[in-house]
Each structure stands twice: as C-alpha cells, then as structure tokens.
Nanobody, 124 residues
Framework: VQLQASGGGLVQAGGSLRLSCAGSGRTFSSYAMGWFRQAPGKERMFVASISWSGDSTYYADSVNGRFTISRDNAAKMVYLQMNRLKPEDTAVYYC??????????????????WGKGTLVTVSS
C-alpha cells in the first residue's frame, strides 16, 4: 500500500481545511486508516481513525467535535475534514494504514504503512 497525503496549507484560526489521502493497492479497502500529526519538537500523535468499512470512527479528545474522518473505498481515498481550527492544530499531518481493518484504536508504532506528511499551519 502506498499513501499520499495532500491538502495542507495556511489557514486562520477558526477556519477549515480538508486533507486527502490517496491510497493504492488492491488491499487498501481492507485496512483501517488513521490520521496522525506531529508538531515541531513533539512526538507524532493520533488524531482520527476509521475502520475498513467506514462504520467505526475514533477521535483524539483534542479534535473530537471539530474534525471528521471519512473514506471512499472505491476511490481509495481517506479524508480529514478539519473545522474550527486552532493554532495548536499546527503540525505535519500523516495518513497511515493498519492491516487490522476493524480496529480503530491506533498508535504510531502499530501502523503498517505511512504516507508523506502535509503541513497544516493555523495562524492566530
């Protein structure tokens, strides 16, 4: 599986962005997918996840109610809609795939594939 994240950019606090993750490979639709982020000088942290079917989602407390993860298996895409952005959301965002498709609790060390990140900068 190869993954490529896009959609990052500069946005003012309170604004919105939608990140996209394009996947490849025949098994993409069987993987659970996650979004992680890494701020400068900090560890990579979990943001949101979605099961292979899209039926289950899970969010970090810091983004719950503001971010929405979704997927389109036919198009091999995963999305992260980010609303009401805050300066503390500034980070490089990564999408990642986990072979255990039904499990939405994720840690960086448990992911099987990673894409290159996309930078999100939220100005105050």
């Amino acid at each position: 599986v190869q993954l490529q994240a896009s959609g990052g950019g500069l946005v003012q606090a309170g604004g919105s962005l939608r990140l996209s993750c394009a996947g490849s490979g025949r098994t993409f639709s069987s993987y659970a997918m996650g979004w992680f982020r890494q701020a400068p000088g900090k560890e990579r942290m979990f943001v949101a996840s979605i099961s292979w079917s899209g039926d289950s989602t899970y969010y970090a407390d810091s983004v719950n109610g503001r971010f929405t993860i979704s997927r389109d298996n036919a198009a091999k895409m995963v999305y992260l809609q980010m609303n009401r952005l805050k300066p503390e959301d500034t980070a490089v965002y990564y999408c990642a795939a986990q072979k255990a498709g039904g499990i939405v609790t994720m840690t960086p060390s448990g992911m099987d594939y990673w894409g290159k990140g996309t930078l999100v900068t939220v100005s105050s």
